[in-house]
Antibody, heavy 119, light 107 residues
């Protein structure tokens, strides 16, 4: 059973970079058909897909985040990461990591981590 | 972006009721639609994918149907554990987008 666990800073200052990591267990991050995704949820905008990285290194970002988001994979530690630059209060949300399959959508999720952007 | 619109936003029902939630896409998404259940403080949980395929472990009282732009999630006989918020999501075209959610409340 695939399991995902987010970690990272819960408080980020405006204009700085948000950094989160997702530890993957129960499956290889380097094989299979899953892509490694980030999704966020806020009261104002609901669920928003940020982007994903496939095992080959191919990335796909939502245009809403393409200029600020970077997703990377650390195969040696079986984890993947999100960096979101130039954050504002509008980036305050619960951030989820999830595995994405082109046949079944977002099939496994982390428990989520709240990130607050505030000075 | 493809807009996903759910109705109703809130649904009040009783245990044992049959309920239906509708999801409309702003353009055709073929069969690439998923439904998720979310409980307070928890991550969304995949219920149904590819319109009507139940994820492993999901009770058979849940079913999905539709194609193109209009889809439904039906719960045949509500159980106490089913009171939650439900989201549809299209994965036909990037960026992948979610509906705004339907909160299923106890009447």
């Amino acid at each position: 059973q695939l399991q995902l666990q987010e970690s990272g800073s819960g408080l980020v200052k405006p204009s700085q970079t948000l950094s989160l990591t997702c530890a993957v267990s129960g499956a290889s991050i380097s094989s299979g058909d899953h892509s490694w995704s980030w999704i966020r949820q806020s009261p104002g905008k609901g669920l928003e897909w940020i982007g994903y990285m496939f095992r080959t290194g191919t990335t796909n970002y939502s245009p809403s985040f393409r200029s600020r988001a970077t997703i990377s994979v650390d195969r040696s530690n079986s984890q993947f990461s999100l960096k979101l630059s130039s954050v504002t209060a509008a980036d305050t949300a619960v951030y989820y990591c999830a595995s994405y399959s082109s046949s079944s959508g977002f099939d496994y999720w982390g428990q989520g981590t709240l990130v607050t952007v505030s000075s | 972006d493809i807009q996903m619109t759910q109705s109703p936003s809130t649904l009040s029902a009783s245990v044992g009721d049959r309920v239906t939630i509708t999801c409309r896409a702003s353009q055709s998404i073929s069969v690439w639609l998923a439904w998720y259940q979310q409980k307070p403080g928890k991550a969304p949980n995949l219920l149904i994918y590819k319109v009507s395929t139940l994820e492993s472990g999901v009770p058979s009282r849940f079913s999905g149907s539709g194609s193109g732009t209009e889809f439904t999630l039906t719960i045949s006989s509500l159980q106490p554990d089913d009171f939650a918020t439900y989201y549809c999501q299209q994965y036909n075209t990037s960026p992948y987008t979610f509906g705004q959610g339907t909160k299923l409340e106890i009447k």
